[in-house]
């Protein structure tokens, strides 16, 4: 599992860095150690901050970065020699700075509703989605299992450099992120003044337990170690260990429920990492070339995606059904997992063929987050999933930029 995430993540990285000029420096947060806040690997814990502007000054973006759990000391072990261990090998690993694009990207051109926020990204290097507080270090390899400090420590920071006084916040992330946006929103939300707009988003977040499906008894078991690893039985939201075990409360279908906070699920009914990864944990070739290029995949592999698909939106349906609050969602059909971090998949998404309602996902979300309009869809009729690649970085963002001019609102 975090071979693969690894390998996404990478990628995403370079493709970031070819894609954009909006570099933005790593920071090391040197006063969480004395808080106990620290990576696995015991070095402080790091962001990314690009200060708002304009009118958006009073205006708080604070994204967590993903990249899947470790379920056992070895994992966890590896992890802290890499960058979602480590913020030392973090910095080393990407030269000191990081990309800001899509709905993070300061071009007004292809981010009109979040341009001028102010963007805070907390690198992930707990493995736990920012969730352990293990007070005693592994005496054997001297790791520290601290993600929830590591939350604190940069929600004080945040607040130290002016987030209590937004009028506007929003806290996301993406996968193993997104789980953390949904097990931290309420929490991120009592920060703020009752003026304030508090909004969160949950990107390829939504991991589905799919009990009766394949892979149903790896995935639970997979969380249950997360859970053991991290000591998480006493740190998940007491609504859900109500009623639940802690296993089961790390899946978002039963934490979504008691969310008070306005949140917003981007999904695709075909998540690439959920089929690719967690249905069939022992791939073998030919599922490992159809999740690599979709023409390969024989017919049983496409009906087995057709039925992921099925549970995933019934599982959303019935969470959404089950929730005291209303909740905004988009469920569409390409072969995809993350989507805000890239113009391809968010703020020019249609471009590629990826939207719903003839709008592109960051202008859902945009019309959602600001009150314009609600959005609760799903695309129920593609039932196959698609590819959704486009062209290269410079024709996308021609073609882009000629959306946005046409589209403008007088
Ligand atoms: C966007 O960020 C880049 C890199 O920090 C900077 O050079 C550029 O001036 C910024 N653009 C705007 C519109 O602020
Ligand atoms: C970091 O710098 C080295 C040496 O200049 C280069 O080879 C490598 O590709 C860079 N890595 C990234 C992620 O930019
Ligand atoms: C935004 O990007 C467009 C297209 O690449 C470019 O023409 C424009 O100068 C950029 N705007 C700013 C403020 O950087
Ligand atoms: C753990 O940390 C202690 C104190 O810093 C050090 O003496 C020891 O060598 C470390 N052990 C390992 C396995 O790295
Ligand atoms: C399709 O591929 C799977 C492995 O992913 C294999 O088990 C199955 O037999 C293949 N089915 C057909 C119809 O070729
Ligand atoms: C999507 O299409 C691109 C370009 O044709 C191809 O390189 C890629 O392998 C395809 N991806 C999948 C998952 O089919
Ligand atoms: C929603 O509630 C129904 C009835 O209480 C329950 O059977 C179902 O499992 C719940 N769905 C989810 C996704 O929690």
């Known amino acids: 599992m975090a071979t693969l995430l690894l390998a996404l993540t990478i990628l995403s990285l370079v493709v970031a860095g070819i894609e954009a000029d909006q570099s933005v420096t790593i920071t090391l947060l040197d006063s969480a150690v004395a808080k106990g806040a620290v990576c696995l690997d015991g070095t402080p814990p790091s962001y990314a901050y690009s200060p708002g502007f304009g ?8 994204i967590f970065d993903g990249g899947g759990w470790c379920r056992n000391v070895a994992e966890c072990l590896d992890r802290s020699k890499h960058y979602l261990g480590s913020s030392a090998k973090l910095i080393s690993e990407v030269n000191g700075s990081v990309y800001f694009n899509g709905m993070l990207g300061n071009n007004s051109t292809f981010n009109p509703d979040f341009y001028n926020w102010h963007v ?11 969730m352990s507080n293990v007070e005693d270090v592994d005496p054997m390899y001297n790791l520290t299992y601290r993600g929830a400090r590591i939350y604190d420590a940069m929600m004080d920071e945040l607040l130290r450099i002016g987030m209590g006084n937004a009028k506007n916040a929003l806290l996301s992330g993406g996968s193993a992120g997104g789980l953390a946006t949904i097990l931290h929103c309420d929490k991120f939300q009592s920060l703020f003044h009752d003026t304030t707009r508090v909004k969160c988003i949950s990107d390829s977040g939504f991991f589905i337990h799919g009990q009766h499906f394949f892979g149903g008894d ?21 609504s859900c260990t109500s009623k639940f075990s802690p296993t089961l409360c790390l899946f978002p279908e039963n934490l979504v429920p008691d969310i008070q906070t306005p949140l917003f699920l981007i999904e695709s009914a075909f998540d690439a990492y959920q089929i690719a990864v967690t249905l069939f944990p022992a791939k073998g070739p030919q599922w490992i070339s159809c999740n690599s290029n979709l023409m390969l995949c024989n017919s049983t592999e496409i009906e087995i995606m057709k039925d992921f698909r099925f549970i995933l939106i019934n599982t959303l349906k019935s969470t959404i059904a089950n929730s005291s609050s209303k909740r905004g969602y988009l469920v569409h059909s390409c072969w995809r997992h993350g989507h805000m971090e890239d113009i391809s998949g968010s703020t020019c998404s249609l471009i590629v063929g990826n939207g719903l309602a003839n709008k592109n996902i960051a202008e859902v979300v945009g019309d959602w ?35 946005y001019i046409h589209h403008q609102m007088p």
Request: proline share 4%.
């Open 369 to 403: 987050y600001f009150d314009r309009s609600e959005f609760q869809e799903m695309d129920m009729v593609n039932n196959l999933p698609r590819n959704c690649t486009g062209d290269d970085l410079p024709i996308l963002e021609k073609k882009c930029s000629d959306y």
């Open 55 to 62: 009118d958006g000054v009073d205006n708080w973006h604070v």
């Open 120 to 130: 805070f990204k907390i690198f992930y290097c707990d493995g736990s989605s920012f």
């Open 218 to 238: 790896w995935r639970e078991s997979f969380f249950s170690r997360v859970v053991s690893t991290h000591g998480l039985t006493n740190m998940l939201p007491t």
